[in-house]
């Protein structure tokens, strides 16, 4: 059985800037996702917000950076964690994945989340025949044609924008009066031409093969209408992914997302927790700055015992 100073859970950007911090510090270490490396962040078409790129996509960003993390620790893609169990021993932590079963000191959980469903009707009967979750990954489809994009954060406007300059006709639907997301992407938003339809929720997609029209219904008003569409990207939301927080009994809060102090660390020894999956603003360079917050508190942890 393998034997680590520091097994961390998830390579998105929080776990590969652990995974090189954790190198760097002389320490054992393994990296194990259960996806390729970068999660949804592979998903991002375009970032302007991360210190030292003018503009650059989350999929060429994560390539730099496991190219980075291999030479600092172990990495295995494609291999789920399924159970973590605490032991009384020096090696801590049992962690049995799909493919094998290691031992750990340490455990850092950058388990991530994934993308916030409508929950509405049509919506899962359409998934792949026009309902999508990613622009990176399906915009290429609906160039020419009408797409609806679902929410009003950065990651929706961002979105949408990518859509626009693939040449789709875009309407971002959004609930409340006014965007969420930064100025800049609202501004972009205008700029491009993009429609908007506020104080509006999806209620319904529809169609027959593939998605033809969606029900909206206006929040203060309560006028419901159809609109005619070819497609309907969803971006409201994540879901924090804390099923292995809740094997090991970490604190959560109301929302569901791992309570960390200022150093990364849980309730519960050796154990810590950075990125999406934590309370906290959802930004990539939020999840690079925790990694390396959470994997400089484990070595001092270890170091210290």
Known sequence: MEKYDIIII??????????IYAGRQGTKNLIIDKDLAGGIGREVPEMENYPGFESISGLELIEKMKTQAIKNCDLHE???VTEITKTHEEYRFTV?????TYQSKSIILATGSSHQHLNVKG?????????SYCATCDGFFFAGRD??????GNSALQEAIY????????????RRD???AQKHLQDMIEKEG?????NATVEEIKGEMLVESVIIKDTKTGEVKEVPTNGVFISVGYIPHTELAKQLEVDLDETGHIITDKNQKTNIDYVYAIGDVCVGLKQWVVACGEGAVAATSAYLDLKEN
């Open 10 to 19: 998830g390579a998105g950007p929080g776990g590969l800037t652990a995974g």
């Open 178 to 180: 006014e965007f969420r």
């Open 147 to 152: 797409v609806i994009m679902v929410g009003g």
């Open 78 to 80: 494609m291999e789920e």
């Open 194 to 198: 993009i429609g908007t339809i506020l």
């Open 163 to 174: 859509l626009k300059n693939l040449g789709a006709n875009v309407t971002v639907v959004h």
């Open 96 to 100: 049995k994945t799909t493919k094998d």
């Open 123 to 131: 919506e899962e009967d359409f998934k792949g025949k026009g309902v």
